[in-house]
């Protein structure tokens, strides 16, 4: 029968009062005893199969107990010390109030024995003698083993010793948050954290964020479970508290951070430009702890500061990325622009460069000091490759006019200490466009709506098309190859015209721009490879209608080394920027242009080299007209320029001399 104390019996006695079934609130109110005295009686009469809990769900208050079948059948015998079942005077038991329902039986003997006398008193004191002859050594007793009995002393000490070290030794296993994590507000919100208790009674454990309790924990045994609500950034704490024998409380805590901010990185998003194909150096400051990958590449930092050595400038903008502890991010581009050198040159066709008289012309204005550029046509409207290509399409459909030595003129023209630009006219190119859709290569070619090729300009090629872009990029190498200084690209655009009307093999109707600053992108990274500066060239409009002609100048800014804007008087219409003749007042309209431009591309450091005007149309252009348009440019900061005449007779009087 199971031993139950005072208090024990007194819970089992209520339970039977109450039908075998009660809260343990309703037992401790009943008895007048403390509700985790009467959870502990409760909780023996369940080891002794007395009494079990009632289901419930846990973390939706107390549940109920109730008594057994073996409760109810000898509950009533255990509990008859108290009110329920009144003992008889004459039945006074020794062992009663100590669980034991048991008083001394005098024994019958067994019945082989029933019918034997008994000894008598005389033979029972008697000695026995023993039926066998006895011999005992005639020795000294033994010595006493003190070494036995100390040692039996010690171990007897050791335990007792374990024993309360193992009263005091309180464990407790957190799980679901590790200590000193970072988290975002997300990730914290709805964990559920665990506490797993050995070597106490875990009901009376008690839990603290920031040292407030805190609600909703839920109780299995000695296993306590508590799900994060949304919880404010910044340092946090979670302590559980439990109360040891003999020893009172012990505790165990954890720390941890909720953070959703980014981290901060100290780094600006275009640096200065810096020389082609010099080292560069990268230095800032991020979040401290955060880790940090520029290009990516994972920079060690010190404090939060970082250095990055770059062998030259890279080609295209640099992505920045930081992440702290808890996994927020930035993200940006940083662009690090090259130099552009100081550029003031004349245009010149492949067939004036082969023509003595004009290319005479060309290089008096260079022994006058009045340029230190020459741009000269690799691939014209016409889709004409001037000079003596080796690429094979350009034989191939017969686009190589060979007019010119390129790697010869590029001597020359370095020799006179100045520098060479090639123009490449990439995607208005009659002459492919022609020769692919002869060979029914029909996604080559820009269309009319109805399918058939778009007359515009002769023909207009796809810029989609990867053997376009291919073609394009071949030249632009060879010229890289022969020593070409700059590659400034034309025509970098679709036809005008609404998208509607016109069919551009797989683009269909959406913005083509991206794809023209791709191959941007693609053109850079070839070119750097040589040293080769890159520019494009774009109409006067784009600074605030580029998306009419698939020209996105900020996109392209990324990509490019310059931009180069046809911002020639005689393109623009009447009352334009509140310009009443633009054409007759080109002084005003290439001011008010080009600020439009160094509007657009404030913060990237790409250079500005405009297009200016030295032909006539509806006015007569002379050095008055050539000169105010330089003069305009150079009262907004800009030195830089170029200069357009389809003739290549320029207006040396109107040409200033290029600021040392």
Do not use: C
Request: no cysteine; glycine share 8%.
């Amino acid at each position: 029968m199971p031993l139950l104390a005072p208090q024990h019996k007194l819970v089992l006695r209520q339970l039977l009062s109450r039908g075998g079934t009660a809260l343990p609130s309703e037992l401790s109110i009943d008895i007048d005893l403390a509700t985790e005295d009467v959870l502990n009686a409760l909780d023996h009469l369940h080891r002794t199969d007395l009494a079990a809990p009632m289901p419930h769900t846990p973390g939706l208050g107390e549940g109920r107990w109730s008594l057994t079948s073996h409760g109810q059948q000898v509950g009533p015998s255990l509990a008859k010390s108290e009110s329920i079942i009144t003992p008889s005077e004459d039945s006074v038991d020794p062992a009663e109030g100590w669980g034991f329902p048991w008083r001394p039986v005098k024994k019958d003997p067994p019945v082989y024995a029933r019918n034997l006398p008994r000894p008598r008193s005389q033979r029972r004191n008697a000695v026995r003698q023993p039926r066998f002859a006895l011999h005992v050594p005639n020795r000294p007793p033994e010595r006493r083993r003190w070494g036995l009995l100390a040692l039996a002393s010690l171990v007897t000490v050791a335990g007792i010793a374990l024993l309360l070290m193992t009263i005091r030794q309180v464990d407790i296993e957190i799980g679901g948050i590790e200590d000193g994590v970072a988290l975002q507000p997300s990730s914290i919100e709805g964990t559920q954290i665990s506490f797993t208790v050995s070597g106490a009674n875990a009901r009376s454990a008690e839990l603290l964020l920031d040292d407030f309790p805190v609600s909703g924990v839920q109780r299995y045994g000695n296993r306590i479970v508590w799900v994060a609500p949304p919880l404010t950034e910044g340092p946090h704490s979670l302590e559980l508290v439990v109360q040891r024998r003999l020893y009172g409380q012990t505790s165990s805590l954890l720390d941890f951070t909720v953070d959703g901010t980014p981290p901060l990185i100290d780094l600006p998003k275009v640096l200065e430009p810096v020389p082609m194909n010099e080292p560069v150096t990268i230095a800032g400051t991020s979040e401290p702890g955060a880790t940090l990958i520029v290009a990516g590449v994972p920079i060690e930092t010190r404090d939060g500061s970082f250095v990055l050595e770059l062998d030259e400038p890279p080609a295209g903008p640099v992505s920045v990325l930081a992440i702290d502890r808890a996994g927020n991010t930035s993200t940006f581009n940083m662009i690090i622009p090259v130099a552009y050198p100081k550029t003031q040159g004349v245009h010149v066709s492949a067939a004036a460069w082969a023509h003595e008289g004009l290319k005479n012309s060309v290089l008096d204005l260079i022994r006058a000091g009045k340029i230190t550029a020459i741009e000269i046509s690799l691939k014209n409207e016409s889709g004409v490759v001037g000079y003596h290509s080796n690429v094979p399409l350009a034989r191939e459909i017969e686009a190589s006019s060979d007019l010119f030595n390129l790697r010869s003129a590029i001597e020359e023209l370095h020799a006179l200490d100045v520098r060479v630009i090639g123009r490449i006219v990439a995607f208005r190119d009659p002459i492919l466009a022609k020769h692919a859709w002869a060979q029914g290569n029909e996604d080559w070619v820009i269309q009319t709506s109805d399918g058939r090729p778009l007359s515009k300009y002769g023909g207009f090629t796809n810029f989609h098309n990867i053997n376009v872009q291919n073609y394009n990029l071949d030249i632009a190498r060879e010229a890289a190859e022969a020593g070409i200084d700059d590659i400034l690209w034309d025509y970098m655009r679709r036809p005008e015209g609404r998208l509607t009307s016109m069919l551009i093999p797989g683009v269909g109707l959406d913005d083509p721009s991206p794809i023209i600053v791709d191959f941007l992108r693609k053109s850079q990274t070839l070119l750097r490879e040589h040293g080769v500066f890159q520019g494009v060239s774009v109409f006067g409009i784009s600074a605030t209608r580029g998306e009419f002609i698939a020209q996105d100048i900020a996109g392209m800014a990324h990509y490019v080394d310059y931009v180069a804007p046809m911002v020639y008087p005689s393109h623009w219409s009447r009352g334009e920027y509140g310009i009443a003749h633009p054409e007759a007042q080109p002084y005003d309209i290439t001011r008010a242009s080009l600020a439009d431009f160094q509007r657009v591309l404030d913060g990237t450091n790409t250079a500005l080299v405009p297009w200016l005007q030295d032909f006539s149309m509806r006015v007569p252009y002379g050095p008055a007209e050539v000169k105010a348009q330089i003069d305009a440019a150079a009262s907004l900061g800009i030195h830089d320029w170029l200069i357009w005449d389809p003739t290549v007779t320029y207006t040396a009087e109107g040409i200033v001399a290029a600021p040392s």
